[in-house]
């Protein structure tokens, strides 16, 4: 392996120059919001930006002599934005292709190849490229992409000579802005918003009578519904090849307050004052609304998903129950954050969470466990302390609060790269069994939930799942009684 001693990070102001150069705007890169609730639990740096990178850098180098005739690559793990890649080049013989990795923290995240000869020429002519991409990534589903096809947006060559420079006096800039558009084609066209680009294998073409700005013909050639996989075909004036991706399982939506009600009784959770954590979707939604639809009230928190969280309150003072929203961030002191709170908590449920599903190179990081840690063990001990204040003995109410811990059945059925969360889980759940002999005020509750739908389990593949309504509303009822 040949080290090149190339390094960078992608911050938000690189993350929007390629979004806007390549007119992928995927939430799953740009939407904070929207990305946790995605399997890779916040935003990512398009791989195509990553190839295309590791590719300038070769230029600059001077490792691209010759012509390049053929460009594939594989996307094997997200890079998150601030995570720093490294590039290196593998050893070959003189006649083999060049092959380079980009790696995080010393796993491989992206593997290439780079083959030499003389370009084919253009066999067809392209149509002109849309004016502007798409604004929206489009929402279709698995059958929705069956014999689809159209024109993507190609941004235009200035603006790939300036964000690539050397690159673009090897292989040319409307190479590279079709080369982008790939990833616009997988981000926004097919399979589109529930998108994750797999891999590429590209033919360069002889672009040298090229018309100005064409766009990117695309159309699905192969769809393998078990694993949700799809294949594209694309040809544009530059480029001619093959896309693969695979179809993400959409966010879960949790049931309706409205469906909900038909399982609780109107007055089962009436004089229940329940502090929600992490209840602007998943679990901590549902729990809030299970507990307003028995005559309980709720305050849910959020970190950053302020509008879900409004969401989640309107509906449930639409169905006649009662609820309110706070942030909460679980990095900061609960004291002064509680303060918004409009009544004493009975309840505490707590749904905080981090990413759970790290790429890691090792079994242990160090860095990863101590934000678990954070999340699951002391920003829940911190949080009952501060509700329970300096009354040891009782709440507000004259009883001990009633706190939630959902553990998992993941420290018995634990995934492969799940050490520092297991770690954590166990961690907590000796927290909570001292905190229930040692500190009258709180009485802890810690179920090992069976894996439950939500936006961090749901995989490529759907899998066999407990309900979460069936799972949670008998966990309730012992805290209630």
Known sequence: MTALNRARTVDATLQEHFAAFSGDRNPMHMDAVAARRTQAGQPVVHGVHTLLWALEELAHAGQLTGNVAQVKAKFLKWVYLGDVATLDLLDREPDEPLRLEVAVQGLVVLTAEVLFGERRPRESTSAPSPATPRAQALDLSLPDLSDRSGEAYVAPSPQAEQLFPHLAKVIGAATIAEVAACSYVIGMEVPGLHSMFSKL????????????????????????????????????????????????????????????????QPQEFAGMHAL?????????????????????????????????????????????????AIPYDVHQPPANQLRALQAAPTHLFYFATSTIFRPKPNVLSAPVLAEFLRFYVQGFYDLCLALIGSNTTTTESGKPLSALYPSTVFLEERPAGMAEYAMAKAAGEQLCADMNLYVPGVRVFVPRLPKLPTDQTAGVLPERETDALEALLPVLRTMMN
């Open 201 to 264: 294998e590209l033919t360069l073409l002889d672009a040298t009578q090229s018309a100005s700005h064409a766009a990117l013909h695309y159309a699905v050639s192969y769809i393998d519904e078990r694993f949700r996989k799809v294949r594209i075909a694309v040809e544009g004036s530059a480029i001619q090849g093959m896309l693969e991706a695979f179809m993400r399982v959409p966010p879960v939506r949790q049931a309706s307050i409205e469906l909900i009600s038909n399982f609780v």
């Open 276 to 324: 929600v954590l992490g209840g602007s979707r998943g679990l901590g939604e549902l729990t809030a609304k299970l507990i307003a639809a028995g005559g309980g009230s709720v305050t849910l928190t959020y970190a950053i998903g302020r509008l879900e969280a409004e969401a989640v309150v309107q509906e449930i003072r639409a169905g006649g129950g009662t609820a309110n």
